[in-house]
Structures are given as C-alpha cells and as structure tokens.
C-alpha cells in the first residue's frame, strides 16, 4: 500500500482537512532501530503529526516536530520536507524501564517541550515551543497551534502494528463569515467519533462518509509520502571538515578509520587517512568507503 495523504474541505465553509495514512514509511523507520512498544507508538503518532503540518508548507523545506526532556524518553524526532519526505528518531534513556510503558506523556519526557522548527531551504529558521501540558500529542499539538498560529485546528492520531494515521480539521482565516455559524462545533463533535481502527483501515472515501454523511465534502487528490533520509557522503565530509584536520587526525591515530553512522538510517560511511586529506584540501566527494 502506498503511503498517502489527502485533503478535503467543506463546501462553501472554511474549514479543511486532511488525512494521512503510513504504513511502509513508519515500518522503514521502525525496522532501522529496536524500539518499546509505547516509543514504537509515539514515533508512529509523531510521523502522521508531521506528515499534517509538513504538508501546508508553501515553500521548499523541511518541518522537524521534536519531543524533548529528561525522563526516560529523551528525544523523539520527525523531519518531513516539501516532498513528504520523512525520517525518525527515538533516543530512550537509560532510566527506561517497563514502568515506562504506561507514564503519562509529561512523565514519560520529564516534563519536556514540544517544538515545531519551520526550516525553508532559502529563508530564516522558525521555531515554536510549547509545553507538554496535555495527555496526548494531538492534544500538545493543538495547543502549538493556538498559541503560535492562532487558527482553531484539531488533530487525531492512531498507531497500530508498524502503521499510523492522523487527521486534522482547521478553520482557515474568514471563519467569521458565511451563513453555517455552527459548522466547526458540529464538525469537532463527529469527528471526536472517529475509532482509531477507523484512522488506520479505512479508505478515505469511506472514512469521511461515516463522519460526515450528511455534509458536504469535496476531496482533493491524494499525494505519495514516503521514507526517504536526506544523508549523504558529502553532508558527511562537511561536518567532518568543520572539526578540523587536527583533531581529524586525533581520531585516526587512535581508531586508524573514522566511521559515521547516520542516526536515522543506519547508513555508515568510512574515511581513512587518504579521505581526510583530500577533504581538507577541498576535495568533495573523496574515494572513501561507503557501508
């Protein structure tokens, strides 16, 4: 099954939506690490969230959804680009434990953040935090978007068996206008009904005429969302470079290879000494091995 995501809006209404289907994406990130079961969910969650936001950007770049904090949870990361991109990490703590299954996601981060980086590839950076002060990550993500967007949106979220789903309903701006004043509390409230079986299984068609029957809907053509991680020998030897050829050379007196594993993909690239060298005289793209 192809990974997809698909919009659709309410006719004369400005409230739209979208839905979001992974399966072989979150299996691709879940099958580079050993994950617990809650982090195999979460990351899943994380990855639909993502796929939401990315995909309103209007311009060429990356959206990176981060989870950060203390407890045995660390990190949790989803970048997704214009082209519905995605890559994914988890970093699990030491002090993960059984236990750690059924914390509370405040407690599972130790009171983390919650950040959304807008990366344009020409432009400035934009970041917007917030706390984790919901029980959920939709509900953390609603939150980011009343303070930082100031459009009302909701979001849904479902993880099952290497696969999850999201859902997302927003009032674009002019919601002040137009003759159906209870069109987004009528539409929150159906939606609310979804079952997360429903997010994950169910075609869209199907899905949006169970909740919506007697509304009028359009949908729009679906886009492809896939795995894809942007590392590269060449984004290697720069951040090589920049440590500088001293202490390069540290490393290869005692190790006698430098070997970078990407975090996201597993994938391992190799310089030796004659790398190094050519690096450092500006030769991009040297004759290293690649793993």
Known sequence: MTDFIQRFHFSDSPVRGEVV???????AVLNRHVYPERVQSLLGEAAAAAVLLASTLKFEGSLILQ???GGPLETLMVECNHRLE????????????????????????????????????????????????APTLAGCLEHYFDQSEQLPTRIWLAAGDDAAAGMLLQVLPGHDEGDDADIWPRLQQLTDTVKPDELLDLPVNELLYRLYN???VELHEA???????????????????????????????????IDITCQFC????????????????????????LH
């Open 21 to 27: 289907q992974l399966a072989e994406t979150v299996t």
């Open 67 to 69: 989870v950060r904090g």
């Open 86 to 133: 995605v890559r994914a990490i988890a970093q699990v703590g030491e002090s993960w434990s059984e236990q750690a299954e059924y914390l509370s996601l405040s407690a599972l981060f130790g009171n983390g953040q919650l950040a959304i980086t807008i990366d344009p590839e020409k432009g400035e950076r934009y970041q917007g935090i917030v706390p984790l002060d």
């Open 214 to 216: 007697e509304e009028q």
């Open 223 to 257: 886009n492809d969302v896939c795995f894809r991680c942007n590392c590269s020998r060449e984004r290697t030897e720069r951040v090589l470079v920049s440590l500088g050829e001293a202490e390069l050379n540290d490393i290869l007196a005692e190790q006698g290879v």
């Open 266 to 289: 597993n994938q391992q690239y190799s310089f030796d000494a004659i790398d190094v060298a050519q690096m450092m005289r500006g030769g991009a793209g040297s004759s290293g091995r």
